[in-house]
């Protein structure tokens, strides 16, 4: 019989997920093969794509087969001339967004089956799959026991208490800073509550963050959204700390900070080092971080580290870089991006924590409707109450193909051809007198500036050229100098980690940029 439901729309059977399915496939995978011959940095002027779009609301849909062919028309015509081609060999900027067949396959299982993994029973396999890659994620990192599913250890705040840890998939690092701080507040504020026997005095308004001056805007943001500061520039319970000459945090001026405050009433809550910074991926020292939360007494009254190593955190998948994370085990969390340089597509962002408890507690929510009898067990992790959103994707489906379809040494080779690639074009400037490096190259990411010709200006007016010829893109960015830590400069920034970036695109940029000078 005719299903004559208003139910049953078009273009939402089995069969057209299978042709319209095979159609985009097909598009993308044309898209890739012809992306380098893109200009990289879309030149479409603001309201272009606006102007050419109708106003409302188509009010019929499609009726034929054609009008699914202008959908793939004004792909081509209208969308990709407003794109950015974050996929092309070409793209240096910022940090890249990998892709890989196996993480594209991935999302597209992940939309296809588009299951809710908001808790253990609205897809065991969904929250199962995740907990065993963040496990195998973690072993590859070499990260302690106690950030895994099956880690355990005694919290010294509280007499050795038992405490649990475990990874989850966030969506950014961004996410990652904000779960960090509630949980660090939530258990902050208990240990107060514990050490003054319940009697405490202790409230959310005396909570004192602090990270580097050069750490991500995202740790700022987190304190705003968390109601800790009113904008960017409140300082009044975010501390940023001074770099050292590479751009990492000063411990020396961590400590007088956290004592400074100490000394006022305030409360220390989280610490964030950073592991690759943004701007020119200084590594922040965790055992000195860590040494001077042990040494003002926060440790033990539960302040929580956490680190940032959105970037730079995938080299220490190489046992000869495991260095970066040296000292991790003082960490109460950690993150980085499979979505920047693992081959997996955005987004994807890797956090783990050991003391899952304060984490779910800060988190946790149960209306009736949710209550279910494997939750109430106890038994399952509900990865609702690891993050911010109820719902979430099953992205644990892309890193899980990306991991099988590598492996470790599959992996490590890529992102070692990166570093590799990082310390040529870091040669090539150093060859060219007219350049100078702005800071030490760390892994595949080399910061530097033209010497001649005006310093700033010049090298505002070279990166814009580089990128207005659609060959390369570059970013850039303001860093201390040498002679003063005062006085900022304007550098910019060669970021090598592109999925589909070789050798001759690395050597074609340092060409081009040599070309453009004045
Ligand atoms: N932290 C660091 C060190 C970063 O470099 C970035 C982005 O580049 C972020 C955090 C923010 O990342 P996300 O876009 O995942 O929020």
Redesign the pocket.
Known sequence: MRDTSPLSLPWNTPTDFRRLGHQAVDWIADYLERVESLPVRSATAPGELLRQLPPGAPAHGFTSDGDWQSVFADLDRLIVPGLTHWQSPNFHA??PCNVSAPGFVGEILSAGLNVNAMLWLTSPAATELEIRVMDWLAELLALPSSFRSTGRWGAPWEGGGERRGGGVIQS????AAVVALCAARTRVLACAANQTSGSSTADATRLVVYTSVHA?S?ITKACMIAGLIRGPSDRSRLRLIPGDATHALRPDLLEAAIRDDLASGLIPCLVVA?V???SSGAIDSIPAIAGVMERTGIASRGAWLHI?A??AGAAAICPEHRSLLAGVEHGDSLCF?PHKWLLTNFDC?AFWTRDRASLIEALSITPEYLRNAASASHDVIDYRDWQIPLGRRFRALKLWLVMRAFGAEGLRAYVREHIRLGGLFESLVRADARFELAAPRSLSLVCFRLRVGGGDDASRVLLERVNASGRAFLSHTMLPSAESAASSRFVLRMAIGGSFTREPHVREAWRLIQSLVS
């Open positions: 910022y940090f950014t690092a961004s996410d991500h995202s950073t690759g910074t943004t940032d959105a970037w991006n962002d």
